[in-house]
């Protein structure tokens, strides 16, 4: 299977996709959303968040990266598309999924899903600006409130000359709460041409074989399921491959630190960690005393000296 890593905002940042492309199994990555509202953003704005555009749009592990575009009006979008594309991403995405109320209240993200027609001249706007040699692609929801409109705005995107679309399999008014309803997609991928990837509650090998079944689709798009368990894309590309062990995840999760020393500003480095800390405790037993160590550090040295400094007992051992 193709498995994509997906945009996730104050999560899956450039700090992040370093580290999660590293493990092995991530075919492609999309960015975290650049917000695109009413101006002409510079250069170093899509920099900020697609730091990998200095570098070839990928990862230093080779990965390639599409930048996510998010906004609602489509002569505003085009024009920051242009100029983005002069970037030499791997190509663009377009966020019709996001279901922040700020975002929504604004008309971006999944309350664009209630206007299939504005869906369909964002894309062809984007689609005429930039060259024909750089994708251009989606991510929507079911839709915003209800899905009675997925295959529209799925035909819609499809018609403005998107070649891919990935599809989470829930609506904005779901949220994150389980289930992620694969089979709907199935319906939308008999209704378009251009290539579908489902995403949507895909934490283990069995979810991946789960939604490739249900959904009918050959690639993924993995979240929060990553964050987790680092290991999962290359358990699932590779059948039989050994988990990866928490000793292996420590190397990581120091690099993780390195890099968030060195990019992001000083008062927000421990909730970084902490961060991924908390979700790496679904899959390894052994994050629960990692974080226990530091969930109320917030002095960026104290946490190097607690979690990195030394050898702490927290390294091999489950929580006491």
Same mark, same amino acid.
């Given at each position: 299977?193709?498995?994509?890593?997906?945009?996730?905002?104050?999560?899956?940042?450039?700090?992040?996709?370093?580290?999660?492309?590293?493990?092995?199994?991530?075919?492609?990555?999309?960015?975290?959303?650049?917000?695109?509202?009413?101006?002409?953003?510079?250069?170093?704005?899509?920099?900020?968040?697609?730091?990998?555009?200095?570098?070839?749009?990928?990862?230093?592990?080779?990965?390639?990266?599409?930048?996510?575009?998010? =906004?609602? !009006?489509?002569?505003? /979008?085009?024009?920051?598309?242009?100029?983005?594309? *002069? &970037?030499?991403? #791997?190509?663009?995405?377009?966020?019709?999924?996001?279901?922040?109320?700020?975002?929504?209240?604004?008309?971006?993200?999944?309350?664009?899903?209630?206007?299939?027609?504005?869906?369909?001249?964002?894309?062809?706007?984007?689609?005429?600006?930039?060259?024909?040699?750089?994708?251009?692609?989606?991510?929507?929801?079911?839709?915003?409130?209800?899905?009675?409109?997925?295959?529209?705005?799925?035909?819609?995107?499809?018609?403005?000359?998107?070649?891919?679309?990935?599809?989470?399999?829930?609506?904005?008014?779901?949220?994150?709460?389980?289930?992620?309803?694969?089979?709907?997609?199935?319906?939308?991928?008999?209704?378009?041409?251009?290539?579908?990837?489902?995403?949507?509650?895909?934490?283990?090998?069995?979810?991946?074989?789960?939604?490739?079944?249900?959904? =009918?689709? !050959?690639?993924?798009? /993995?979240?929060?399921?990553?964050?987790?368990?680092? *290991? &999962?894309?290359? #358990?699932?590309?590779?059948?039989?491959?050994?988990?990866?062990?928490?000793?292996?995840?420590?190397?990581?999760?120091?690099?993780?630190?390195?890099?968030?020393?060195?990019?992001?500003?000083?008062?927000?480095?421990?909730?970084?960690?902490?961060?991924?800390?908390?979700?790496?405790?679904?899959?390894?037993?052994?994050?629960?005393?990692?974080?226990?160590?530091?969930?109320?550090?917030?002095?960026?040295?104290?946490?190097?000296?607690?979690?990195?400094?030394?050898?702490?007992?927290?390294?091999?051992?489950?929580?006491?």
């Amino acid at each position: 299977m193709t498995l994509l890593l997906a945009p996730m905002e104050g999560l899956l940042d450039f700090t992040l996709r370093d580290i999660l492309t590293r493990v092995g199994g991530i075919d492609r990555c999309v960015s975290e959303f650049i917000r695109v509202s009413g101006t002409l953003l510079p250069e170093r704005a899509f920099v900020r968040v697609v730091p990998e555009l200095n570098h070839g749009g990928r990862t230093r592990a080779g990965v390639p990266v599409r930048a996510q575009l998010m =906004g609602s !009006d489509p002569v505003c /979008l085009a024009e920051n598309a242009a100029r983005l594309a *002069g &970037l030499g991403p #791997a190509g663009i995405d377009l966020n019709f999924g996001c279901p922040a109320k700020v975002v929504n209240r604004h008309g971006g993200g999944a309350a664009l899903l209630d206007d299939p027609e504005l869906v369909a001249r964002i894309v062809s706007a984007v689609r005429r600006a930039v060259p024909r040699s750089m994708p251009v692609s989606a991510k929507m929801r079911l839709g915003n409130l209800c899905d009675t409109r997925a295959v529209e705005c799925a035909q819609a995107i499809e018609g403005a000359g998107a070649s891919e679309l990935v599809v989470h399999a829930r609506t904005k008014a779901h949220g994150y709460k389980p289930p992620a309803y694969w089979e709907r997609i199935r319906d939308i991928r008999a209704h378009v041409s251009i290539p579908v990837i489902a995403n949507g509650e895909i934490w283990s090998v069995a979810d991946a074989l789960r939604c490739r079944e249900q959904s =009918g689709c !050959d690639a993924l798009m /993995l979240g929060r399921g990553q964050v987790c368990d680092p *290991g &999962l894309a290359l #358990a699932i590309a590779r059948p039989g491959h050994a988990p990866l062990a928490w000793e292996a995840l420590l190397p990581l999760m120091a690099e993780f630190w390195q890099l968030i020393k060195a990019h992001i500003e000083p008062r927000a480095r421990a909730g970084r960690l902490k961060q991924w800390l908390n979700y790496l405790r679904r899959r390894h037993p052994q994050a629960e005393a990692a974080y226990a160590a530091v969930r109320t550090e917030n002095d960026p040295a104290r946490v190097s000296q607690t979690l990195f400094g030394t050898e702490p007992a927290w390294h091999h051992g489950a929580p006491g």
